[in-house]
């Protein structure tokens, strides 16, 4: 999916997807993305260069420290992008959610805010064995 929205965009699907990490949590330094997205700091360079070209995102320097780079994304242009290229899926999804009955729905809700949980008990644990790796 992140691969056809993005060529449908002119970006990459690893691009798109990770645009979209922007567009959730907003304005965030370099180091911060890189954190999030287990990046490497040359991966988040090369990353913001190619979105910063296409003027979906921009670099501030931090007014206190200016080696801290934030990147700023473009939420205007992003949303003026994506908007047309999801509308189709988003209808469908639309009418698929209205398909089901309002127990279907809370099994389906309960299921992923349980997995939800799991994959967030999964990182915290894979963290909690890197913090020992490097002590």
Partial sequence: ???????????SGTDHKYL????????????????????????VTGLIDRLEKKKLVKRKFDKEDRRKVIIVPNTEKI???FVPLYKEFRR??????????????????????????????????EQSVDQVKRQ
């Fill in 79 to 81: 949303m003026s992008l």
């Fill in 1 to 11: 999916m992140h691969e056809t929205i993005g060529r449908k965009a002119g970006l």
């Fill in 92 to 125: 469908k999804s639309e009418d698929l959610i209205a398909s089901f009955s309002v127990e279907e729905i809370n099994v389906i809700e309960a299921y992923f805010l349980k997995s939800i949980q799991i994959m967030n008990e999964t990182i915290s644990e």
């Fill in 20 to 43: 979209g990490f922007l567009i959730e949590k907003g304005q965030m330094t370099a180091g911060e993305f890189s954190a999030l997205t287990g990046l490497t700091t040359g991966a």
